[in-house]
């Protein structure tokens, strides 16, 4: 998660299905795995606050994210602050590790983690926002780790009894490496029960659930209604905005 980013396509898509979750009983505590901006405008899709059909989805949300997304100082506590997540939780330590060495950046990185451990141990569900998604093969000393969560960090809230959901940027992963980063999970987590779904609007952004197998049925179910909102069910350009993502 990058500050400049915020209020663009993808946002409005994280903000929906947290917000559904939320507004259906579930505890929610995010981790924005927040990163240094970078400069780039790859990612600044705006363009659906000019498309009114967009407000279909969620027009409350629509309106916020027109307003914060024109601001030129943007950051992540107007989201936090602004009403649209009410009764969640948010830990939004910067990661900035780029110039530590890479003893300095392992440090570093597990007391980052180890913020985020304690900051949202009362969460059911934790959400995280890294740049990419997770990564098998990064270590935490690694110098664009940062971007992505790593598959121990999964662990360690899983283990303790939540649940945890993440983004994962889909087109930067082959089939091959998919494959492996789910085994990767399921490896150091075999109980765990994977659920998904994608947003498809300009790239498709896959948000992947961790689950017990206590809860695995009430959040399928859960996200079954959410597919049959708005969200999955308004077609704008001959498409709904979120699918089910086979998994």
């Not at 304690?118 to 969460?123: C, E, H, P, T």
């Not at 659920?195 to 206590?214: D, G, Q």
């Amino acid at each position: 998660m990058k500050d400049q980013y915020i209020g663009d396509i993808g946002d409005y898509g994280k903000y929906g299905l947290l917000r559904f979750l939320s507004g259906h009983g579930t505890s929610i505590g995010v981790n924005w795995y927040l990163t240094s901006a970078d400069g780039r405008t790859d990612g600044n899709h705006t363009e659906y606050l000019r498309d009114e059909r967009m407000r279909a989805y969620d027009d409350k949300l629509y309106d916020a994210m027109a307003k914060i997304a024109s601001r030129k100082d943007k950051h992540i506590q107007m989201i936090e602050q602004s009403g649209i997540l009410n009764g969640l939780r948010f830990y939004n330590e910067l990661m900035n590790f780029d110039l530590l060495s890479w003893r300095d950046r392992s440090a570093a990185r597990a007391a980052w983690h180890h913020g985020a451990l304690v900051q949202l141990k009362d969460a059911e569900l934790v959400f995280a926002d890294p740049d990419n998604g997770l990564s098998s093969t990064k270590k935490q000393s690694t110098k664009d780790a940062q971007k992505f969560i790593l598959p121990n960090e999964i662990a360690d809230y899983y283990n303790r009894g939540q649940q945890v959901v993440y983004y994962h940027h889909r087109p930067r992963k082959n089939a091959e490496g998919w494959a492996r980063d789910k085994a990767q999970i399921l490896t150091r987590l075999p109980d765990a029960r994977l659920l998904a779904v994608s947003f498809n609007r300009w790239s498709c952004r896959t948000y992947i659930f961790v689950l017990h197998e206590s809860v695995y049925a009430s959040y399928r179910n859960t996200l079954d209604r959410f597919l049959e909102t708005a969200w999955g069910t308004v077609k704008v350009d001959g498409k709904p905005a979120f699918i089910r993502e086979p998994i």
